[in-house]
């Protein structure tokens, strides 16, 4: 079966967009999609990159630009306040979660993205954030646990690592082969490449 990767973050507007489309582009090309967590702030720090938010009138045009997007996928996108989140212990969540509970993963993706990107929780408060891992029917102190274990923190940090050597800058960012697409609005082209 083909396959693409699709790196991401959950702090990233785009990459929240691009992970509501994931099921329409499997169903469109009949190829699988591969998840793969990585920490955008790592990534940045080794490309020298930086969120267009750190560009105030880049920061206010990429989000009008998003929410058009939300418009044209018919799917809820909510300014957060709280931006940026750190998002380290959320993406080891994912990392870890993809370790050892794969048939949860996913769950706890769309659990991630929609606690930022639809209700605007501020994920940086640590009570706030275990009430929302709660509400998803995840245990926050098991989850607290996978975070902090060492092989799940050595896990994200290879994840990174193997993005930046892929060429990775910024999420998401798609493969096809060793194609690489950035950007929620290159899914045509994904699409094409998958075809």
Known sequence: MKTFDFWFDFGSPAAYLASTQIAAMEKASGAK????????????????????????AKGRYSFGDFSRFAKRYGVPLSVNPFFPINTLMLMRGAAGMQRTAPD?????CRTM????????LNLNDPAILAGAIARAGFDP????ALCNDQTTKDDLKAA????????VFGAPT?????EMFWGQDRIDFVLEALA
């Open 104 to 108: 949860r993963f996913t769950e706890y």
């Open 33 to 56: 999609a591969n998840w793969r967590p990585m920490l955008l702030g790592g990534v940045f720090q080794a490309t020298g990159n930086s969120s267009p938010a750190t560009v105030p």
């Open 113 to 120: 993205f929609s606690a930022i990107w639809i209700e605007a």
């Open 141 to 144: 102190a098991a989850m607290m």
């Open 174 to 178: 798609f493969f096809v082969g060793e």
């Open 160 to 167: 990174t690592q193997l993005a930046v050597e892929k060429g």
